[in-house]
């Protein structure tokens, strides 16, 4: 079957892609910068901070963002549009102040003499990434890509002026991340002439309240997710300290642009697939499915590739003399099934499958626990990148099973039923026989 992709649809991608480049590379110059100034103690804690970011932002999409995408865009009247806004809006304030709480205690514990600041900053991101996400599903791409543009200048600014006249890197660093996503808040909503529409009154609790079957799901599927794919962050910093997490990061520090592609990626077509899937047109769906991912897997590959290159140009304190090479190839094992697996977890949370997605989530995280554990125990912390892998690509398989067992049911419901139907009359015969 062939696809062509929509002009319109090139056009959202250009943007999408455009404004996440702009974000991915001030935070790479940041890190960069960071990496030469801090010590490993030092870049350990900014590393854990942004995971902690990176948390904040999958339950932000797990709980508001994506739900908004879904069900704004199956709403028949604008009406059904601005009720969803609201209720989810709402719902993404509150995560993103828990996040911000969470993050400033744990920075405390992990050694951050003020964790505030780096709570500010996971909040501000978390609230923004929702924000960014809503306003794609109302097709604003060119008001959030102007967003982007004000939250990567104004913060290149801020941190320049930081670095030339601070005296605590760290500490003002995240201040300067936290300011920036505040501004991007703002140009987003000015711009668009709306600003975050937040009720805390019954009618939008009992609407976020009737959704929350399907969003409990999609909860404990964030809450697996962050657990199977933050997993060694957590596991290196808690075990070995935040330290000997630094080369880690570094190295994963260069990955990052394909996190930031595949957000992309993601934020174009949740709302595209959800219409095609509201009008039953499952083949086109599983067909950009499969083709977007074979395009994003030997993309990975091929920027990975890449990035062995320039791995031994790195020089920094906080790499403690690891061997970044061999770092590097771990990291390729990881980030290929991760860009490989991106569409048919899509296709799983359009069809609200968020319970199958949380139990491969989960299974991944026991995967990955145990062997970055294991591994932990008996190797140097670069070897716990293999149990990441193992878990990432144990995510893959069953990603993709799932999704296309779910298709097949939709596209063949005749068959679907008289395999029950014959398994049915199986279980009786049996039961009949046993009497």
């Known amino acids: 079957m062939t696809v062509k992709l929509p002009i319109h649809l090139v056009r959202r991608l250009a943007l999408m892609i455009g404004g996440e480049a702009m974000q991915s590379g001030f935070h790479f110059a940041l890190n960069i910068m960071l990496l030469h100034m801090l010590s490993a103690q030092g870049y350990g804690l900014f590393a854990i901070a942004m995971v902690m970011g990176g948390v904040g932002i999958s339950y932000i999409r797990s709980l508001t963002a994506v739900p908004a995408s879904i069900w704004m865009a199956k709403s028949a009247n604008s009406a059904g549009v ?25 920075m405390r514990l992990l050694g951050d003499p003020s964790g505030i600041a780096a709570g500010c900053f996971v909040g501000a991101w978390s609230l923004r990434s929702h924000m960014r996400t809503a306003f794609f599903a109302r097709r604003q791409q060119v008001i959030v890509s102007i967003s982007d543009a004000a939250f990567t200048i104004f913060g290149t600014v801020l941190a320049g002026l930081a670095i030339w006249l601070a005296k605590d890197a760290l500490q003002t660093m995240f201040c300067v991340l936290a300011a920036a996503n505040l501004v991007g808040i703002f140009v987003l909503a000015r711009l668009a002439g709306r600003r975050l529409r937040i009720s805390f009154r019954m009618p939008t609790r009992r609407r976020y309240t009737k959704l929350w079957r399907q969003l409990s799901w999609s909860a404990f599927s964030a809450t697996t ?15 070995a300290g935040p330290a000997a997490y630094a080369p880690l990061a570094a190295v994963l520090l260069l990955f990052a642009p394909l996190r930031i592609i595949t957000l992309a990626f993601v ?78 977890r899509v296709v799983l949370e359009v069809m609200g499958d ?25 190797a140097s912390p670069p070897w716990a990148l293999l149990g990441s892998a193992a878990s990432e690509t144990f995510v893959l398989v069953a990603s993709w099973y799932f999704a296309h067992h779910r298709m097949w049911n939709i596209e063949h419901p005749d068959q679907q039923h008289s395999s029950r139907l014959g398994s049915w009359r199986r279980a009786i015969t049996f039961a009949a026989a046993k009497r």
């Open 225 to 239: 997710t962050n657990i199977q794919g933050q997993c060694l962050a957590l596991l290196v910093a808690g075990i």
């Open 267 to 344: 934020n174009m077509f949740q709302p595209e697939l959800a219409k095609l899937m509201g009008n039953n047109e499952t083949r086109r769906v599983w067909a950009q499915a499969k083709i977007w991912s074979i395009v994003m897997g030997l993309g990975s590959l091929a920027y990975g590739c890449a990035i062995m290159f320039v791995l031994p140009m790195i020089k920094s304190q906080a790499l403690q003399d690891a061997s970044v090479g061999f770092i590097g190839l771990f990291v390729i094992a990881n980030f290929v099934p991760i860009t490989a697996y991106v569409m048919p």
């Open 82 to 106: 601005d009720a969803h806004d609201v209720a989810f809006g709402t719902a993404a304030v509150v995560v993103a102040l828990l996040m911000a709480v969470v993050t400033a205690v744990l």
């Open 354 to 378: 968020f319970r199958i997605v949380a139990f491969i989530t989960m299974g991944g995280a026991i995967v990955g626990l145990a062997l970055i554990a294991i591994l932990l125990s008996v």
